[in-house]
C-alpha cells in the first residue's frame, strides 16, 4: 500500500513495516525475481523534485521505502501515516544476516577501493556463510566498463550499489536490464560504516530520530546536504495547506 497523499512529492512511498518489506524481498530472492529498490531520504526526495531524469528513473523502482525520518513526519502532517522508517543500513545488515542462513551470492559495487575491500572483510567475519560473488570499487569510467557483465557472470542474489545518490539508482536503473535475478538496492554511505570508517549514531540518537544530527556532528561537511530538510519540510507544508 502506497501513501497517495505523499505521492504529490513525486515519489511513491511503499506503507509497510520493516518485517514486510524485508519479508517481500526475501520472497523476491528466493523465487529468482529482479527487484529494484531505492531507500529515499527527504535529500532524495528534493534531488528528484528538481530532476525530472532521476524522478522518473526512481519512480521505475519496485519498492520505494522511506529512509529518513522526515519522511515519516511529512506523512504525519499530511495525515497519511507511514508505519514506519526502513533505513538502509538496518536492511543491509539484515539482508546480509539472510544471505548468510541462506547461503545467498553477494556482490558490492561502490566505494573507495580500499573501503570496498574493508567492507568484505567484515561481510566475511561477520557473516561467514555469505557467499561473496565479487566486489568492485565506485571509481570507474561510466560509459567504458565491463562491470555489469562481471557482476551478470557472478550470478548473485544481491546487489549492493554504494555510488552514492544519484549515482547508484541510475546505474541499477540503466543496467537492472541485462540480468535475470537478484535484487538491487543502493546502500549509499553504509559501506562505510561496514568497512568501519564511519560510525553510525549511538541508539539513544536512532531512538529520538536525531542521527541525522550525530552524522552532522561527526561530518560537519554534510551541512549543505542538511538544509534538504527544512526545505522538504517547506514543501510539506505548501501541500498541506493546498
Do not use: C
Amino acid at each position: 500500500m502506497k501513501s497517495k497523499k505523499l505521492q504529490k512529492l513525486g515519489i511513491h512511498f511503499v506503507n509497510k513495516g520493516f518485517p514486510e518489506v524485508v519479508d517481500f524481498l526475501s520472497e523476491q530472492i528466493q523465487r529468482e525475481r529482479k527487484t529494484f529498490l531505492v531507500t529515499a531520504n527527504p535529500e532524495i526526495v528534493m534531488y528528484a523534485r528538481e530532476n525530472s531524469e532521476y524522478r522518473d528513473l526512481v519512480q521505475t523502482a519496485d519498492l520505494v521505502v522511506p529512509d529518513g525520518f522526515g519522511i515519516i513526519l511529512a506523512s504525519k502532517i499530511l495525515k497519511s501515516p507511514i508505519q514506519e522508517r526502513v533505513t538502509g543500513y538496518d536492511l543491509t545488515i539484515r539482508l546480509l544476516e539472510l544471505a548468510n542462513q541462506n547461503q545467498w551470492r553477494i556482490y558490492l559495487l561502490g566505494g573507495q577501493d580500499r573501503t570496498n575491500k574493508k567492507a568484505i572483510d567484515h561481510i566475511r567475519n561477520q557473516f561467514p556463510n555469505v557467499m561473496i560473488a565479487g566486489s568492485h570499487h565506485g571509481f570507474f569510467d561510466w560509459n567504458k566498463n565491463t562491470i555489469s557483465e562481471e557482476i551478470r557472470a557472478s550470478e548473485p542474489d544481491i546487489v549492493f550499489v554504494a555510488l552514492g545518490f544519484p549515482k547508484q539508482e541510475k546505474w541499477i536503473a540503466e543496467n537492472i536490464s541485462k540480468f535475470s535475478k537478484g535484487l538491487f538496492i543502493g546502500v549509499g554511505g553504509s559501506i562505510d560504516v561496514l568497512a568501519g570508517e564511519v560510525k553510525r549514531a549511538p541508539e539513544i540518537w536512532q531512538k529520538m530520530n536525531l542521527e541525522w544530527f550525530y552524522r552532522l556532528l561527526m561530518q560537519p561537511s554534510r551541512w549543505r546536504r542538511m538544509l534538504a530538510l527544512p526545505q522538504f519540510l517547506i514543501e510539506i507544508f505548501k501541500i498541506k495547506l493546498k
